[in-house]
């Protein structure tokens, strides 16, 4: 069969879209890339995120870079018709995805027992802060809050400085991306059992399974990870070093390619030296060790060394800034800044790429994101006339 | 339909899984999570994990933490008899998954053409660290250079200070979360249409991709974000506050909540103080304002002020360790730590929990971390006698 004829995987999945700002409209993103039909329902006065942001020809790039491949529709849920079209588009839909505090939905008419009347086949994701059971389910969400409270600043941040948020909405995203994945399974049980079922992922939780070895050292050891800033908590040489015009980023990965990294820049004795001959000792005097490297990577440019020390096979690299990481050839290979053309006077959009590349279906933003209410009249008007596409 | 006869979302389907150390073996792990077979093929000496973190009666919690769900299966690559069993693996198999640098597979005697010829139902899924097409292609991949080249680092850390890693091993674990993400949707579009496809994450996208509104807004007005800490780069009153017996994280995330918040800390008339009557005159006035906010917190108890600012509606919180987390009776209430018994000497080993809940399928450890080679008789011999169960 030719790539050409083939559909993205979620072709023919209806999604009904409650979410706003974040955690919510990037789960729904995600499956809109995967070529689902995403119904983003909002409420009159719009997702907050629409006036969020630098704005351009009067239109937030914020907004943009998460609602393409969506169809917004404007439902008044406060009203009996707004909850009635709800009602009637979730009986054509396959998914639907909340990001209100548990319970809310429930308040709006639309407690899981209805929800389960109105389609038992309907997969029903919702993501939220702290989980819909425990003693913080009604508190409300941010992802500074779930940060703080997960562990995660408690490792973030330089040695002997206070604990540290990233900056990016990291909670947000690893909730949102882990519901993706919890309702693409769902479907994929639905579509061989015929029912539905619940998918629950919070931001605490996300983020915290995210503590990795982290998590099992602590498991193991009863003590706290601590803050190491740029160093390797166990391991020495790993880090930053300098070059003549700059530094480069070093991770050997285990002692074949430590000798390799110690080759490469004119210390093949290193490790042979008493003072340098287990990880034990080469942590004991990293200080000394930095400089031992910082010299001899003196003798060579920072470009140089990546391209050496990489060829060697040890893992080298450089910080780069949003504008170097979208200048480097090889961002720009992987196609990880789209235009997205908005066909008025919005104008082309510039966001983020897909990271999943599917060889025969890639990802592309089929649909620009939406002006507010844009396809309320075209969504509607098929739900009266029956034109339902989903529900399968 | 009565929710305890169904199965996991991912039964009945068959993994072959290639990968080790941590973005690969965590994909695998979500996989077996919803209830997929995952068959680790190790070579003889195992994945190098085994040997990596504190042991605990001889085995790694590390390891164990990363390779529930899994069956072990001890192949020599490098033997023609290794091969052999291999491609007989992948005509019963459902899903490939391998983080080998990109063209190593296909050295090894698997590329894509044969892998289309043994099975072309078959999802083949890789992890790397750049890309597979690009220039960076064939360099070692690390998670701290991952860091550094995509531009994670250059916004993490305090004002003024120089770019941080994260010490969470974060661009692994999201591009081992996208690629399960992928997986699951390259099955769901396979069962429609018949073809499987190939599916890719790198390290670098995929934590780049995670840049959200760092990133938009960067497009838009083409300057880089800068690092600011736990403040936050716009918005004040946002961070870290005083109260009489230690610190919480406070952030309001709108003007209505902000005026919550002042209420209930007994400043209701700050807003409309000529000096903070706007978001751009707070910010101006950020350390002045930080310190009336100070003083107003010293008046109760940290875990009062959380308790009263939620009820309230204002997202509050407290920095934890990992300690604390898994102290929290949310936590525990999520069960976010889970103790896996290991049916031998190794014992009852503790590791990290399920984020995403499923309400008729739960998630749950079906089988321990495997001992290596601990199922090569059991699957070879299987497929000597024909009954493989996978394929579908």
């Not at 909730?175 to 629950?200: C, K, M, P």
Request: hydrophobic share 40%; charged share 20%.
């Amino acid at each position: 069969m030719s790539g050409t004829e083939l559909k993205p995987p979620l072709d023919g999945i209806r999604v009904i879209d409650l979410t706003r700002v974040l955690s919510g409209p990037f789960c729904s993103m995600l499956l809109g890339d995967m070529g689902a039909e995403v119904i983003k329902i909002e409420s009159p006065g719009g997702d907050p995120v629409r006036g969020q942001g630098h704005h351009k020809n009067g239109f937030s790039w914020y907004f943009a870079g998460f609602n393409r491949n969506k169809k917004s529709v404007v439902l008044d849920l406060y009203s009996d018709e707004g909850r009635t079209d709800l009602a009637r588009l979730l009986e054509t839909a396959d998914v639907l995805v909340e990001n209100f505090r548990p319970g809310v939905l429930g308040r709006m008419g639309f407690p899981p027992e209805r929800l389960e009347e109105i389609n038992p086949r309907l997969v029903v994701a919702s993501v939220n802060g702290f989980g819909s059971t425990g003693p913080y389910t009604d508190r409300p969400a941010f992802d500074f809050i779930a940060q703080a409270m997960s562990g995660f600043m408690s490792v973030n941040g330089p040695e002997g400085e206070p604990p540290l948020r990233a900056a990016q909405p990291v909670t947000d995203l690893v909730a949102g991306l882990y519901t993706a994945f919890g309702i693409v399974s769902a479907l994929h049980g639905r579509n061989r059992d015929g029912v539905g079922q619940a998918v629950e992922t919070s931001m605490v939780n996300g983020v915290l399974s995210m503590m990795a070895y982290l998590a099992s050292e602590h498991f193991v050891t009863g003590e706290n990870p601590q803050r190491t800033g740029n160093d390797h908590p166990l391991v020495a040489p790993y880090g930053l070093y300098n070059t003549a015009d700059g530094q480069i980023a070093i991770s050997p990965s285990n002692d074949q390619v430590l000798g390799r990294l110690l080759a490469e820049i004119g210390l093949p004795d290193l490790l042979s030296d008493p003072r340098f001959d287990s990880n034990d000792k080469r942590f004991a005097r990293r200080d000394e060790l930095h400089g031992i490297l910082d010299a001899a990577l003196a003798s060579d440019t920072r470009e140089n060394w990546i391209l050496r020390l990489n060829r060697a096979g040890v893992p080298t690299g450089k910080i780069q800034t949003l504008k170097e990481v979208f200048a480097d050839p090889q961002i720009q290979a992987q196609e990880m800044a789209i235009d997205v053309p908005h066909g008025d006077e919005r104008g082309t959009v510039r966001m983020l790429g897909f990271p999943v590349k599917l060889s025969r279906t890639p990802c592309a933003a089929r649909l620009p994101a939406p002006r507010l209410g844009e396809h309320t009249e075209e969504v509607l008007a098929a739900l009266r006339e029956g034109q339902v596409t989903g529900g399968r």
